[in-house]
């Protein structure tokens, strides 16, 4: 079964930093390119960051460069998102995508974990 759970979301004040964890299971994880969306209330989801399957090649929304880094780790089947100097307008849910790398497969998604970036 294929699951997708991502944590570490939380209240944090302007200026702070929170980590996301999205811990994979059911699917060969080292296969699949992986990416951070978020989605505010009623707003579109954006894509956040993506991460290729090495780790190596990484991308990011303008909004968020220079503040968030996405990380993997291929042997505990888990991507990260460290994000710093933290803005109410980054207050949203986010959630892990996972995308195949070398196929046409499904993609799958996790269910989310809230950020609230309040004082």
């Known amino acids: 079964q294929v699951q997708l759970v991502e944590s570490g979301g939380g209240l944090v004040q302007p200026g702070g930093s929170l980590r996301l964890s999205c811990a994979a299971s059911g699917f060969t994880f080292s296969r699949y390119a992986m990416s951070w969306y978020r989605q505010a209330p009623g707003k579109e989801r954006e894509l956040v960051a993506t991460?290729?399957?090495?780790?190596?090649?990484?991308n990011y929304a303008d909004s968020v460069k220079g503040r968030f880094t996405a990380s993997r780790d291929n042997a505990k089947n888990t991507v990260y998102l460290q994000m710093n100097s933290l803005k109410p307008e980054d207050t949203a849910k986010y959630y892990c995508k996972a995308v195949p790398s070398f196929d046409s497969g499904p993609y799958y998604w996790g269910q989310g974990t809230q950020v609230t970036v309040s004082s």
């Open positions: 991460i290729n399957i090495f780790g190596s090649f990484t």
